[in-house]
């Protein structure tokens, strides 16, 4: 079956980086973008960015996270991976990987990864 | 950014009652291709968020029939019409018709 699976919880000092997985499974990797979201402690949902896993590994990031945000993927490993640096408290979340259902436009998420908790904390 | 509005923000319901959650946006989020990019979510107490309805109206594979979803071009409405216990949770809806891509504030369905 489709499945993503991330990376285990992190915890991470303010000023430092943090790089979570995401592996694919059960499908054409190449296919289907990913995207990224994350959800701070009992707050609502927030879109990070996509990656185009295929070609160039294109992506496009939501602009708050301009100059902090990395994606990259490994199409060896069916992998992609966020990568974002100089922590702060409030990037204390859950951040989620999720594919959309359809190659060819964005709507309607699934699956989820299970999430990695990121903690930022002296 | 496009701005979700929903509500309520808790929603006490009875097994077996209706429910219904609504959402809107600060801009249509009807495409040129004809589809209205509204999508709704459930994410259950410890768990990720799963899909119900892409598209406005479109139930995503495996969901209950009981879950049904419409709406114009900004005003949206999640249905659920016999509610059970296993639909506890926050229910979330999300425009995918530009980017950034942006969420409602969530409503919580708990049992009366």
């Known amino acids: 079956q489709v499945q993503l699976v991330q990376s285990g919880a992190e915890v991470r000092r303010p000023g430092a980086s943090v790089k979570v997985s995401c592996k694919a499974s059960g499908y054409t990797f190449s296919s289907y973008f990913i995207h990224w979201f994350r959800q701070a402690p009992g707050q609502g949902l927030e879109w990070m960015g996509v990656i185009n896993p295929s070609g160039g590994g294109g992506t496009t990031h939501a602009q708050k996270f301009q100059g902090r945000v990395t994606m990259t993927r490994d199409t060896s490993t069916s992998t992609v991976y966020i990568d974002l640096s100089s922590l702060r408290s409030e990037d204390t979340a859950v951040y989620y990987c999720?594919?959309?259902?359809?190659?060819?436009?964005?709507?309607?998420?699934?699956?989820w990864g299970q999430g990695t908790l990121v903690t930022v904390s002296s | 950014d496009i701005v979700m509005t929903q509500s309520p923000l808790s929603l006490p319901v009875s097994p077996g009652d209706p429910a219904s959650i609504s959402c809107r946006s600060s801009q249509s989020l009807l495409h040129t291709n004809g589809f209205k990019y509204l999508d709704w979510y459930l994410q259950k107490p410890g768990q990720s968020p799963q899909l119900l309805i892409y598209l406005s109206s479109n139930r995503a594979s495996g969901v209950p029939d009981r879950f049904s979803g419409s709406g114009s071009g900004t005003d949206f409405t999640l249905r659920i019409s016999r509610v059970e216990a296993e639909d506890v949770g926050v229910y979330f809806c999300?425009?995918?018709?530009?980017?950034?891509?942006?969420f409602g504030g969530g409503t919580k369905v708990e049992i009366k």
């Open positions: 999720a594919r959309a259902i359809s190659i060819v436009a964005t709507m309607g998420f699934d699956p």
């Open positions: 999300m425009q995918a018709l530009q980017t950034p891509l942006t």
